[in-house]
């Protein structure tokens, strides 16, 4: 990542807010990095609910490698791939997963949702049971088997199942899932022993992941998870609570296992149902919330999938549309969507995603001991990262007391890195992706840390980097 300019290929987007008070020279602007050129990143990209036609895959993916997460979640879809008993059909799957693959971006694939062709089949959308007749389960059996098999030369992480502890028809119960989980999981180190299995999906309740993995224990199955992937939607942004807590179930069972956020993200506007509804988003707010999510996980060496790249379409298929098939909006999309679910504009939680994507690859790694001090009057997020090459640094910063709010004006503080070393700092606001010059007479280096006077705050993320760390775009 040594500095450079690049061009950027421009995209039809809503305006971005500007952020006010920052009386800083301007270098530019944050080049994107598209995903075929980044390595390695712990970054996912949500492209769910294909497999219900909640979105239509051919209508985005252009924006998909641009993007720059080099992960994308995608749902397989039983009862999408089997409509007719032992017919399968992947062409649609086929598209999806070698375009992605072509972009640069990794799919990762879940097994999931029933199947009502068949008996005791399970339920095709978010709650419904899980497959539990002989028939059904011989034929979800089949059915997994044949989606690694297709996709093992293309595809190494598989998740099991989708928020098994919000089940509305009380049918996934724990033992149920896990009996689902040892089946599947069996399978796929049978035939790709070198794929990662991810477990749960989980929703909110931390109670069913323990008791799962009790289950996996005592069955002597617990080295069939090579992650558990909880979601949760917390109105702050900052409330990662629930990773210390898993981390801490995880330890009680004796065995390492790794964390990761499996989906989460915020709405551009005010939506009756779905998580985070009743609230008044904005298109500003929701693109904060996203990069503080994405860096209070990155902050907590969490990989971490944003739910999602574009506005959903739910009907009454997916349990969760309107009476009648009425439609009901989804609008955690980082693209909007027309009402024939084709692209109406790209967001500007697009353009902050992908600043957060750019610059956080896995060639900069958390400095696990960065103490910090400020004068500020709210609460300071701190993170440190170091890259590995050089030493060059990235310290990240925003007020993380409160979710976001629509304004967009700083409150300078004095901030003191006592692990910080730079040479050349520059500022970067994150949302807005502008580069600030820091001028020499604004911070001091010395054996005891960096100190940066008048530095510009706000609840949004910005950076103090290391100009060699950074792309700078043409403008």
């Known amino acids: 990542m040594a500095s450079a300019l690049a061009v950027t290929v421009e ?64 749902q397989a879809g039983w009862a999408k791939c089997e409509k007719v008993k032992g017919v399968y059909s ?16 990794r799919p990762w694939l879940e097994f999931n949702y029933g199947n009502t062709i068949y008996a005791g089949g399970g339920d095709t959308g978010l709650g419904g049971g899980l497959p539990s007749s002989p028939e059904a389960l011989a034929a979800w059996d089949r059915w997994c088997r044949a989606l690694v098999e297709r996709y093992k030369d293309r595809v190494f992480e ?15 119960t724990v033992e149920a899932y896990v009996d689902l989980y040892i089946r599947t999981a069996t399978m796929v180190r049978e035939v790709q022993p070198t794929g990662k299995l991810w477990a749960l999906g989980l ?3 931390i109670d069913y992941a323990d008791k799962f993995l009790a289950g996996l224990k005592a069955k002597g199955k617990l080295d069939l998870v090579d992650a558990v992937t909880i979601h949760m939607y917390p109105r702050n942004p900052d409330d990662t609570t629930n990773v210390d807590r898993m981390r801490a179930v995880i330890a009680k069972h004796g065995r390492p296992i790794q964390v990761r956020q499996g989906e989460t993200g915020a709405p551009s506007k005010y939506q009756e149902n779905f998580a985070l509804s009743r609230i008044s988003w904005t298109e500003t707010t929701q693109a904060k919330w996203n990069v503080r999510r994405l860096l209070a996980h990155r902050a907590k060496d969490v990989p971490m999938n944003l739910f999602t790249l574009s506005d959903m ?20 999309g980082l693209l909007g969507t027309n009402p024939d679910q084709t692209v109406s504009h790209v ?51 925003w007020f993380n007391d409160a979710p976001p709010a629509e304004a967009n004006g700083v409150s300078p503080a004095n901030v ?32 005891a840390g960096a100190v940066f006077r008048a530095l510009p705050l706000y609840d949004s993320p910005v950076l103090i980097a290391e100009k060699a760390v950074l792309r700078l775009a043409l403008q």
Do not use: C
């Not at 390695?40 to 997460?69: M, Q």
């Not at 379409?313 to 955690?332: C, E, I, V």
């Not at 956080?360 to 009057?377: E, G, H, N, Q, W």
């Open 11 to 74: 995209i039809t987007a809503q305006e971005i807010t500007p952020t006010t008070g920052i009386n800083l020279p301007v270098l530019g602007k944050v080049a994107p990095r598209h995903a075929k050129d980044i390595a390695s990143s712990p970054w996912s990209i949500g492209a769910e609910t294909i497999d219900r036609d909640f979105t239509v895959y051919e209508h985005f993916k252009k924006y998909l490698g641009p993007l720059g997460a080099k992960g994308v979640r995608l």
């Open 90 to 105: 992947w062409a649609w799957l086929d598209a999806i997963v070698n375009d992605a693959v072509a972009q640069g971006v």
């Open 158 to 172: 598989w998740e099991v199942w989708n928020e098994p502890d919000i089940n509305k028809a009380g049918t996934a």
């Open 203 to 205: 929703a909110t309740n």
């Open 313 to 332: 379409h739910y009907t009454q298929a997916s349990n969760q549309g309107g009476p009648d098939g009425l439609l009901r909006m989804n609008y955690k």
């Open 347 to 397: 967001k500007p939680a697009y353009y902050a995603a992908q600043n957060v994507f750019s610059i956080f690859d896995d060639t900069l790694t958390r400095i696990t001991d960065f103490p910090s001090t400020s004068t500020a009057l709210r609460g300071l997020a701190v993170s440190g990262y170091r890259r590995a090459s050089d030493g060059a640094q990235v310290a990240a910063l």
């Open 416 to 447: 003191t890195l006592k692990a910080g070393k730079f040479t050349e700092p520059v500022l970067v606001d994150v949302r807005t992706s502008t580069v600030y010059a820091l001028p020499r007479d604004g911070w001091t280096q010395s054996p």
